[in-house]
């Protein structure tokens, strides 16, 4: 069975940092991409970042670049998400995702075989 299970969400001032993980088991994790995205109350669920199966390639969503990172550790089958410089406007549940061979630069949910269940982040002003 597998299972992606986010973590280290809460809440923050603007400025501020948080450092989301992703485990996941059940899959070769080494041969997914692993994506980041987030749903914000009364939106839809939009891209944050991601990051590609091979040679860990790394793609941003405009509005995070320069703030955001993401990154991955294959022995212990986890994707992060380092966000700092956090704005309001970042609130949102985040989610990690799970494409099989992706090239880290899905930004649809259809491209995503695998989701977790999400972890709240906000910021406030």
């Known amino acids: 069975q597998v299972q992606l299970v986010e973590s280290g969400g809460g809440l923050v001032q603007a400025g501020g940092s948080l450092r989301l993980s992703c485990r996941t088991s059940?899959?070769?994790?080494?041969?997914?991409?692993m994506g980041w995205f987030r749903q914000a109350p009364g939106k839809e669920r939009d891209f944050v970042a991601g990051?590609?199966?091979?040679?860990?390639?790394?793609y941003y969503t405009d509005s995070v670049k320069g703030r955001f990172t993401i990154s991955r550790d294959n022995a212990k089958n986890t994707v992060y998400l380092q966000m700092n410089s956090l704005k309001p406007e970042d609130t949102a549940v985040y989610y990690c995702?799970?494409?099989?061979?992706?090239?880290?630069?899905?930004?649809?949910?259809?491209?995503?075989?695998?989701w977790g269940q999400g972890t709240q982040v906000t910021v406030s002003s």
């Open positions: 995702a799970g494409d099989y061979t992706g090239s880290g630069n899905g930004k649809f949910e259809y491209e995503y075989e695998y």
């Open positions: 059940g899959l070769t994790f080494s041969n997914y991409a």
């Open positions: 990051i590609a199966w091979r040679r860990s390639i790394t």
